[in-house]
């Protein structure tokens, strides 16, 4: 029993299992499986929550989206547009699910129609722990 469950967990055995087959396939790696299964769901989590935007904004963003590098470790500060993007949207979409009026804009990224106010989000995900002090100063601008 492992944290007051019951060992072995079927349902994450299941998982395990279908993992472990997709690992054995020749050509694949656990870090594509990996990124494959996160990127996938987020892309279905922002598909599903997605704020109505203008045609042009949502394929701009989308444009942004799948023109990044396919794995993170690949990321560079030039190339993190991609991912950064997807933050936006998942954000913007996760505030629209649970019932909050969210438009996704340009700048800011997203404002939220409150009952008594805007609530406007820069949102950044720093590349590395230098550009946070940067990253702050240009969002409070």
């Not at 299992?17 to 922002?46: C, F, H, N, Y």
């Not at 997605?50 to 396919?70: C, E, N, Q, S, W």
């Not at 996704?104 to 722990?129: A, G, Y």
Request: hydrophobic share 40%; aromatic share 6%; proline share 8%.
């Amino acid at each position: 029993m492992a944290h007051g469950f019951d060992d072995p967990i079927p349902r994450i055995q299941f998982h395990l299992a279908i993992l472990g087959k997709l690992r054995d396939q020749p050509g694949v790696g656990s870090d594509e499986i990996l990124w494959s299964l996160v990127e996938a769901t987020e892309l279905a989590d922002i598909y599903c929550s997605l704020p109505i935007m203008l045609p042009k904004t949502l394929r701009d963003k989308f444009r942004a989206i799948l023109d990044g590098p396919v794995n993170p470790q690949q990321e560079t500060s030039g190339s993190n547009l991609a991912r950064n993007t997807v933050f936006e949207l998942a954000l913007a979409g996760w505030l629209s699910h649970k019932g909050i009026p969210t438009r996704i804009c340009h700048n800011p990224d997203i404002s939220c129609e409150m009952p008594d106010r805007t609530l406007f989000i820069q949102c950044k995900r720093p590349f590395s722990r230098r550009s946070i002090e940067m990253n702050i100063k240009r969002a409070c601008k």
